[in-house]
């Protein structure tokens, strides 16, 4: 009897160890499952609180950018354009010597090119094209502005994107003219293709070119202003980024968006 109640005892103590242990291990997974989704909210919120930094810095300066523009055609231009206006009128003048011709014409000059240049700027800064046509005209339009009297190519196929906010749209045109611009002046690039096509609901970018290429760990480590502002843009678009390049071999740019940012 003894020993059957001993047995009993230890039977007994060994379940309620078990039992015991049982508890602990849930208490510990159920706190350390806690725990993961308290960081992973964090995280979250950390990156959200990111993206709204990413917005705002990018509308103030596409604000800028537009204030700028606004100012070199109401302010610059429009002055240039009464500086011609008048040197025309002086020109008219039958009693003006040769000289003094030669010097109008000279101010004249200088003034068309200033005022050509300045509406070129405007038009980089703020393209009016894309608020009135749409995102296809105006990266077509952009492509001639680069290609024409140069010895630049681009080969492009763009389609037509549904559901495009007009600030989406402005990020996948600057995030092209960035890409063209260090395509040109960091990779010394000749030859240009990029292909905006619809992809899975959303679309997909793909951006090659024939430059000098770089190291991608490098640049990922430490990315300047132009390849920020692209990785940037591609977060507010809810977008992946993959990029492949290597020294004398040129670089590609992939993006997929499906789920467009606000």
């Known amino acids: 009897m003894e020993d059957n109640s001993l047995i009993s005892i230890v039977g007994i103590s060994i379940c309620l160890l078990i039992i015991m242990a049982v508890t602990l291990i849930s208490f510990f997974h159920h706190t350390k499952k806690k725990i993961i989704e308290k960081e992973i909210e964090k995280v979250n919120i ?12 990018i509308k103030v300066q596409e604000a800028e950018r537009n204030r700028i523009a606004q100012d070199l055609h109401d302010a610059i231009s429009s002055k240039l354009n009464v500086v011609s206006l008048t040197t025309h009128v002086l020109l ?6 040769d000289k003094h011709k030669e010097a109008l014409n000279h101010i004249l000059n200088i003034t068309t090119k200033t005022i050509e240049s300045s509406r070129k700027i405007a038009h980089e800064l703020m393209p009016p094209i894309l608020d009135k046509f749409g995102l296809k005209v105006a990266l077509e339009e952009l492509f001639d502005e680069f290609t024409s009297n140069t010895a630049i190519n681009i080969n492009y196929k763009i389609e037509t994107i549904d559901n495009l906010s007009k ?47 770089f190291n991608v760990s490098e640049i990922k480590r430490k990315s300047g202003l132009g390849l ?16 492949k390049s290597s020294k004398k071999k040129g670089s590609t740019f992939i993006i997929n968006c499906c789920n467009y940012g606000a």
């Open 92 to 97: 008219e003048d039958i009693s003006l010597n």
């Open 228 to 243: 920020q502002n692209i990785k940037s843009r591609v977060a507010i678009l809810n977008g992946d980024l993959l990029i």
């Open 167 to 213: 600030s989406n749209e402005l990020h996948i045109f600057r995030i092209t003219q960035e890409l063209i611009n260090n395509s040109l002046i960091h990779g010394k690039a000749k030859q240009m293709q990029i292909k905006l096509i619809k992809e899975n609901g959303g679309f997909e970018m793909t951006y090659n070119d024939n430059g000098g290429g």
């Open 46 to 57: 950390k990156l959200s609180h990111q993206k709204k930094i990413l917005q705002t810095t």
